[in-house]
């Protein structure tokens, strides 16, 4: 029996110091920097595509069958389409069991999808209930502006951030990607 547990002690002391029971580096970049293209590069652009799906009667949701779509507010449309975008990404990348090197990518990962999923839960309903309440084109582009100005900037820096450990990481463990 103990020389049992001596094994298996030896055998996840050896996993462990061959990173086996990591998550490897392009499952690391996978979970954070592709799913990091979610993120609205100008909330302008989304805010006004919203505009033109409720000119247009596109703005939908399911109904409460699954079965059919309904039409819905741009609030309630914000709230199902954005509102856990980010939730289980979230999920995933605190789950990943990565080694020393990437710890500080995770950590920047996980900040930079959080802030994101805080954007679309707080700012996302406010405008889109300007959108619902008819106000002008010219005071929606306004506030969507200024998320972009304020709000926007950090998210960007913090994206910034995140690829400036990311894509050097996956280079040297020789994960491949594309950038554009």
């Given at each position: 029996m103990?020389?049992?547990?001596?094994?298996?002690?030896?055998?996840?002391?050896?996993?462990?110091?061959?990173?086996?029971?990591?998550?490897?580096?392009?499952q690391?970049?996978?979970?954070?920097?592709?799913?990091?293209?979610?993120?609205?590069?100008?909330?302008?652009?989304?805010?006004?595509?919203l505009?033109?799906?409720?000119?247009?009667?596109?703005?939908?949701?399911?109904?409460?069958?699954?079965?059919?779509m309904?039409?819905?507010?741009?609030?309630?449309?914000?709230?199902?389409?954005y509102?856990?975008?980010?939730?289980?990404d979230?999920?995933?990348?605190?789950?990943?069991?990565?080694?020393?090197?990437?710890?500080?990518?995770?950590?920047?990962g996980?900040?930079?999808?959080?802030?994101?999923?805080?954007?679309?839960?707080?700012?996302?309903?406010?405008?889109?209930?300007?959108?619902?309440?008819?106000?002008?084109?010219?005071?929606?582009?306004a506030?969507?502006k200024?998320?972009?100005?304020?709000?926007?900037?950090?998210?960007?820096?913090?994206?910034?951030?995140?690829?400036?450990?990311?894509?050097?990481?996956?280079?040297?463990?020789?994960?491949?990607?594309?950038?554009?």
């Open positions: 103990k020389l049992k547990i001596i094994s298996i002690f030896l055998l996840l002391s050896f996993l462990s110091s061959c990173n086996l029971l990591n998550d490897s580096p392009d690391v970049f996978q979970t954070i920097g592709l799913n990091a293209n979610k993120i609205p590069k100008s909330f302008e652009r989304v805010f006004k595509e505009r033109q799906h409720k000119a247009g009667g596109g703005l939908k949701i399911p109904s409460e069958d699954g079965k059919t309904k039409p819905a507010s741009c609030v309630a449309s914000v709230k199902y389409w509102g856990n975008t980010f939730k289980e979230i999920k995933k990348i605190k789950k990943l069991k990565t080694d020393d090197e990437a710890k500080l990518i995770v950590k920047a996980l900040e930079l999808f959080e802030y994101a999923d805080e954007i679309q839960e707080t700012d996302f309903p406010l405008i889109a209930k300007m959108i619902d309440e008819g106000k002008s084109d010219e005071e929606i582009d506030a969507a200024k998320l972009d100005d304020t709000k926007g900037i950090l998210l960007d820096k913090k994206y910034e951030a995140v690829m400036k450990l990311l894509l050097p990481y996956a280079d040297k463990n020789g994960v491949k990607y594309s950038t554009f």
